[in-house]
C-alpha cells in the first residue's frame, strides 16, 4: 500500500522547511510528496526549492485557495492513500506508520485521524486544551465497539464538535470520487475560499455510507498556532470578515453534504445554526445591528452552550462599548 503526501503553502516561509522535514523523517517514507505554493509573496518557494531533490513543487502562478490547490495535487498521485499537512505544522516521526497500520487492519477504512498537541509560533508545546481536544478525549474514552466510535466519530465531524482532520487526516484514493468531489465543489458559492478538509471529510460520508472513520489516540502531530495562519486572521474588521467568509465557504459545503444525507436531522441543524453564527457575526461587525439582534437571540436560547454564551455575550458588550476595529485589534 503506498502514500502520497499533499503539504500547502501559503506565505509560510518562517515554517515550511520544518514541515517538510517532518515527512522526510518518517519512519514510514511516502512514496511521493507534492507541496504546493498558493502564489506566496514571500520567500516560501525558495525555500521548498531547497528540497527539490525529495518533493515535488507544484507552483500556483495566481493564489488559488487551498482547496483548488489539493485538487490539483491530487490529480497528480497515484497512491492509494492521500494525507495531508499544512506547511505551518509538523508531524511526528510514526506519523505514517501508524496510519498506514491503520488502513492496512480494516479495508472499509475511508479516513484516518489522531490526535494532537498545539504549539506555538516558536515551536513551543502549549499544554492547553480547546473544544477539539475535549471532544477527543471524550470519544478516546468511550467503551463502545468499533462501529458506535465510527458513528460518534462521523456525528462529531458533521456537527463541529472537534474531530482534528486537516493536518491529522488521511483518506483512501479509491474512496473518493475525485471528479465528482470537483464538480459537487465548484458548483457551491466560494471554492477557492473553503477550508479543504471538513468538505473532503462529509463527501466521503456521503458517497461512502459503509466506509468506516478511524481514530487513534496517538498525538501524531504539532499544530501550531499564531496570528496569520490558515485558522483565519480577525486583527482588524478586513481580515475578519475574510475570516468569515472562509468559514461560510467551508461551511456551505458541509451543509450541502449533511442534507444529502438520510437520518441527520441534529447534524443538519447544527449545521444551519453554524451558518447562522456567520450571518450574526457578519451583521455584528458590520454594525447591522437590527439584524443582528434577533439572531443573538436566538442563538443563545437554541444553539450555544454555556461556554458559547459567555463568549458571545463578552463579544457582543465589547462591539457596543468599544465598536468593532478597537475590539478586534485588542482580542
Not at 471528479?179 to 466560494?190: A, L
Request: charged content about 30%.
Amino acid at each position: 500500500m503506498t502514500v502520497g503526501v499533499i503539504i500547502t503553502v501559503f506565505n509560510l516561509e518562517k515554517y515550511v522547511a520544518e514541515a517538510i522535514e517532518s515527512v522526510l523523517a518518517q519512519s514510514f517514507l511516502p512514496h511521493r510528496i507534492i507541496v504546493v505554493n498558493d502564489d506566496s509573496a514571500d520567500n516560501s518557494k525558495n525555500v521548498i526549492e531547497l528540497f527539490k531533490d525529495r518533493v515535488e513543487l507544484l507552483n500556483n502562478e495566481q493564489n488559488q485557495g487551498v482547496l483548488p490547490s489539493i485538487i490539483s495535487a491530487m490529480k497528480k498521485l497515484d497512491t492509494d492513500i492521500f494525507a495531508f499537512l499544512d506547511g505551518d505544522d509538523r508531524w511526528h516521526p510514526d506519523k505514517l506508520k501508524f496510519v498506514m497500520q491503520a488502513f492496512e487492519r480494516d479495508e472499509q477504512a475511508m479516513l484516518v485521524t489522531h490526535s494532537y498537541r498545539r504549539m506555538n509560533a516558536a515551536g513551543d508545546i502549549d499544554p492547553g486544551k480547546d473544544k477539539t481536544l475535549r471532544n477527543l478525549e471524550r470519544i478516546e474514552n468511550l467503551k463502545g465497539t468499533r462501529e458506535q466510535i465510527d458513528r460518534d466519530l462521523k456525528n462529531s465531524i458533521l456537527s463541529y464538535k472537534g474531530v482534528w482532520l486537516g493536518s491529522a487526516f488521511a483518506i483512501r484514493k479509491n474512496c473518493l470520487d475525485q471528479t465528482k468531489f470537483e464538480q459537487w465543489s465548484t458548483n457551491i458559492w466560494g471554492h477557492s475560499l473553503s477550508h479543504q478538509d471538513q468538505p473532503l471529510a462529509a463527501f466521503l460520508i456521503l458517497t461512502n455510507p459503509e466506509g468506516r472513520i478511524i481514530y487513534l489516540r496517538d498525538k501524531l502531530f504539532d499544530y501550531r498556532i499564531f496570528g496569520e495562519n490558515s485558522s483565519g486572521s480577525s486583527a482588524t474588521l478586513e481580515k475578519a470578515l475574510r475570516t468569515l467568509s472562509r468559514s461560510k465557504a467551508t461551511l456551505l459545503r458541509t451543509h450541502d453534504a449533511v442534507s444529502k444525507m438520510k437520518d441527520r436531522p441534529r447534524e443538519l441543524k447544527t449545521q444551519t445554526n453554524k451558518l447562522r453564527e456567520i450571518d450574526y457575526l457578519n451583521f455584528l461587525y458590520t454594525r447591522k445591528l437590527n439584524r443582528a439582534f434577533p439572531l443573538f437571540f436566538s442563538l443563545f436560547v437554541s444553539h450555544w452552550d454555556v461556554r458559547e454564551k459567555f463568549k458571545e455575550s463578552v463579544r457582543l458588550a465589547g462591539i457596543l462599548l468599544l465598536g468593532t476595529n478597537r475590539l478586534l485589534k485588542h482580542k
